[in-house]
């Protein structure tokens, strides 16, 4: 946005509180329309929480979507996965010739 100095990730504006603000004055009904379809989507079902994460990070590698890919890592190491299960999720989709494993160093995710 407009005035945004931080960046997270190349040209990506780095996802502050004051970048949620905007987003939610700018299109407050999309936002809520959108955290309403995340919620349920990520809610318990057929799939445990922790799978639908572990889906969400792969996905998240194949868009390169930054602000994805922290988001749903920390929430899958939240219910409960491993590294070893994050490696290896980060490279489900490379075997299918989609995304360039870019691992996020556990250090860089406490940010």
Do not use: N
Request: charged letters at 25%; a positive charge; one cysteine or more.
């Amino acid at each position: 946005m407009k005035g945004e100095t931080e960046k997270s990730e190349g040209s990506h504006p780095a996802a502050t509180g004051e970048f949620a603000k905007k987003r939610r004055e700018l299109a407050s009904d999309t936002e809520a329309a959108f955290q309403a379809f995340s919620h349920k989507v990520c809610a318990e079902g057929a799939l445990p929480v922790k799978v639908k994460q572990l889906v969400a990070v792969a996905v998240a590698h194949v868009t390169q979507c930054p602000y994805c890919i922290k988001g749903h890592t920390k929430a899958a190491l939240r219910h409960g996965a491993s590294e070893q299960e994050l490696m290896e999720t980060i490279w489900s989709p490379r075997k299918c010739g989609r995304a360039a494993p870019m691992p996020i160093p556990r250090s860089r995710l406490s940010k």
